[in-house]
DNA sequence: GTGGTCTAGACCACC
DNA sequence: GTGGTCTAGACCACG
């Protein structure tokens, strides 16, 4: 059963879309896997504190990019291939890196210095 | 006179924070220096095929800032000292940074190889 | 729900402006508490008789000082706690005291004089 | 000649409005009195430095409340009898005094605590 | 239903 | 001409 628990609402977003990158992040760090079982639409708006029209559009989203089987009245499972897997990757992570370069580039930043500043920010 | 020809509009973000967002890196870039003059509302409108209000709303974000000084019947100026600059680059920069970093971390992506992909996607 | 029925509007001021004063008098009334429920835009624009974008505009600067808390589709509240309260009491009623104080001062009204004018002029 | 080195301007309320204001203060304070000449628009407008035509329109208002007297190509000079100096007095005072009850009254303030607050804020 | 953004256009105060 | 406010109404995202 895939675990909300570290998933942290900020107000500068909607909700649906942070449920749904909380669940791709899951996928690309391989702690979300083929198979696992997501919580109740009424469980998970629950442990959330979110209205059950909000998890439902997160879901359906999850269903409608091929991340997650419903069928009605029974439980959802997410549903993955390494193809999958690597697609969601390559769009999750390739598109961050690739804005933040765009916002580098504008900002006049050169490259060494966005490295550089990557390599300080970055705390373990 | 600040140049507003860059700026291409995008339709996923709203218009007014596209353009706060323009200066704020032009100012980074120190491609906008203290003191310049911000076209008038009425000749920005015309200049971007925007409506006079929605640069009206950036105009006045940028003041709330602090940013630009504004009278009425008077025209708009940039208003920069070197601190501003650098909390403006440090907001700007290091919070883009910041984030994405925190991206890769929840996504499980190590430091070496997200700078990597950064080396590899950064085309001059 | 906060009643805005003892608001009478004049038109020598912006309209948006009483709305917002109305408010922060009203906190410092304590007849405004936190937790309350703002009135939606369109009802509030109807009750008024006042084109929804001017209550908008009143309810995201009072929103920018932390004063209520907009979400997009759910119901705007007053946030306040005793320390906001008191900013803003000190705001409101100490400023207006202080410029009239200044004005006093520079018109070459003595204290007394002007304490005995405010005895005489106040009727409850 | 009547002095304005003392007025200082802040740009939260209209430039004439301030020069007009200023003028009414200092005949109540008696420090501008019957007969006394006026700057020239022209270095009055270097004096403050503000556009010519705001010192203009502050010089119309003052003539249009009969408080100065012009003559095209001629000095400007104060023109008062007791019975203006009263009724500006009045206008000016008791207005802004008036206003400070209205607002006090509005936010819960009481007649005594108003007034104790302006015996301890007024710093002579 | 609720909040947020945008367009279109009028009007006013100010310099 | 320039900035600021307001009306009117449409449209979208969100819950």
């Known amino acids: 059963m895939i675990s909300f628990e570290k998933l942290i609402l900020n107000d500068s977003e909607p909700i649906y879309a942070q449920i749904v990158r909380f669940v791709k992040r899951g996928i690309v760090a391989e702690t979300i896997q083929d198979g696992e079982e997501m919580p109740s639409r009424r469980v998970l708006s629950a442990t959330l504190g979110v209205n059950p029209n909000t998890i439902q559009k997160a879901y359906r989203i999850l269903e409608e990019e091929g991340i997650i ?32 370069i765009g916002a580098m580039q504008q900002s006049g930043v050169s490259k060494e210095e966005a490295l550089s500043l990557m390599q300080r920010l970055w705390k373990e």
Not at 79 to 90: E, K, N, P, T, Y
């Open 69 to 100: 089987r419903s069928h009605a009245g029974a439980k959802s499972f997410v549903q993955l291939d390494s193809a999958a897997v690597s697609s969601i990757r390559a769009e999750l992570i390739e598109s961050e890196i690739g804005a933040l």
